[in-house]
């Protein structure tokens, strides 16, 4: 699986409008076939920072994934909205997604 998490600091006068400004991105996204994931975080600490964690079965769908239409379309809509360049942390790892994690779990009550 390909791992990528990628942090956005927008403008402070567009922050609220962020998911709006990639919605059409996210939803074209999510339907690509090899997307295991693509889901955006607001920073709790700086309302102005967005993550967005992404999954990809291969190397093969996050090549897809780039060259797509609705890539070059999401990162013109960003590209007015962000107030720095955003930060990227890309990795393979081998498992095919998301486990359960093995120190936690629900208790009744």
Do not use: K, Y
Not at 24 to 53: H, I, K, M, Q, Y
Not at 55 to 65: I, L, N, P, Q, S
């Amino acid at each position: 699986m390909i791992f990528i998490a990628v942090r956005f600091t927008v403008r402070p006068d567009l922050a609220d409008q962020w998911l709006d400004r990639v919605a059409d991105f996210t939803r074209a996204t999510r339907e690509e076939p090899g997307n295991l994931f693509f889901d955006w975080s607001r920073g709790v600490d700086d309302p102005n920072v967005f993550t967005l964690l992404e999954g990809f079965a291969d190397a093969e769908a996050g090549a897809v994934h780039v060259a797509s239409d609705h890539f070059a379309a999401g990162l013109a809509a960003m590209a007015g909205a962000v107030a720095a360049t955003p930060e990227i942390i890309n990795v393979e790892v081998p498992q095919p997604g998301w486990g359960p994690m093995a120190e936690l779990a629900p208790t009744e009550g």
